[in-house]
């Protein structure tokens, strides 16, 4: 009995992990911001998560729409989610915003994070897995190391205004109903 329990355990296992590598899951995974979201802010948290141990390259860039000479950020204001589904098919230009970030993972599962700053409009988060891999160079006559894409995921983000705070009400607020005040006078009572 114990026998056939190991091994339709060891048959379980390895179904789930032929079934991992028919879908191919991602080496990496952005976690933030959600893919095709719509976010009120005016700083934006970027996390891609890493499972495997691979070095990866995020990009963050803001689309923009006109020539070279007029470029303009996209005007997100009136987006709603299907808008943001179909702007991933419209070609825009594509302004990267600071330096690509390179992350290598040495654990089991790893997180880049960082926060940027932004303005309202339409940008992009881009995760590329980076391989190393020796190549013969006819060139140079002998074997040099060359960086490829493996993988490459992306989300897009419509950020719109921030809206004004609203006066933020206390959540332990010290007015007191009729009922509050009684059982409070109770319980001192009973302490003195």
Not at 50 to 72: C, N, P, Q
Not at 155 to 180: C, H, M, N, R
Request: aromatic residues 6%; contains cysteine; proline residues 2%.
């Amino acid at each position: 009995m114990v026998h056939l329990k190991r091994i339709t355990a060891i048959i379980l296992v390895c179904v789930l992990l032929a079934a991992g590598a028919v879908f191919g899951a991602d080496a990496a995974s952005i976690v933030s911001p959600a893919a095709n979201s719509i976010v009120y802010t005016d700083s934006l948290l970027v996390s891609v998560k890493v499972t495997e141990l691979k070095t990866i390259r995020v990009s963050v860039y803001e689309e923009k729409t006109g020539t070279a000479e007029t470029m303009a950020s996209v005007d997100v204001s009136k987006f709603t989610e299907e808008d943001l589904k179909a702007a991933a098919d419209t070609k825009y230009s594509e302004v990267l915003l600071g330096e690509a970030a390179l992350y290598t993972n040495t654990a089991d599962i790893g997180f880049y994070t960082k926060q940027i700053a932004v303005t309202p409009g339409l940008y992009k988060v881009k995760a590329e897995t980076l391989e190393t891999v020796m190549e013969w160079s006819e060139e140079e006559q002998k074997l040099v190391e060359k960086t490829l894409v493996s993988q490459t995921v992306s989300s897009l983000v419509a950020v719109k205004t921030k809206p004004a705070e609203e006066e933020k009400t206390q959540v332990f607020q010290d007015t007191a109903t009729g009922a509050v005040t009684f059982i409070r006078k109770i319980l001192k009572g009973l302490f003195k």
